[in-house]
């Protein structure tokens, strides 16, 4: 089950996107094969890296504080400010920035090593 609120399941795109890119660009253009396990593998590194760097851009610029709305609670009369909350997984967008190339570092020393 996938748990996104407001714009967060944007990441999940950002990944299928950057990996189908990467391994598209590693195989077909630049034509690397699977000889070497070391540079085989380094497109994970790249497309984890790539959908992170997106992620943070696009979670920084949609949950900045200008965004946030602020209007009156209609029974107080104080003021309320609603802050935007997209979230993946219930963690915010951009700190996918953060947790997506270190998942690619982790499945590249995996397969790295296991080749």
């Known amino acids: 089950m996938i748990i ?3 714009w967060g399941i944007i990441v999940f ?3 299928i996107v950057c990996i189908g890119g990467t391994i598209f660009i590693w195989s077909d253009l630049l034509g690397l094969n699977e000889n070497v396990p070391f540079i085989a593998n380094l497109w ?3 497309a984890f890296s790539l959908a992170g760097s997106l992620s943070w ?3 920084k610029r949609i949950n900045q504080p200008s965004k946030h709305h602020v209007g009156l609670h209609r029974h107080t009369g104080q003021d309320v400010r609603v802050k935007p909350r997209h979230t ?3 963690i915010r967008l951009e700190y996918w920035g953060i947790i997506l190339p270190i998942i ?3 499945t590249y020393l995996a397969f790295s090593i296991n080749a």
């Open 4 to 6: 996104w609120s407001g």
């Open 13 to 15: 795109p950002i990944l």
């Open 44 to 46: 994970y590194l790249l």
């Open 57 to 59: 851009l696009i979670g």
């Open 88 to 90: 993946f997984f219930y």
């Open 104 to 106: 690619g570092i982790i």
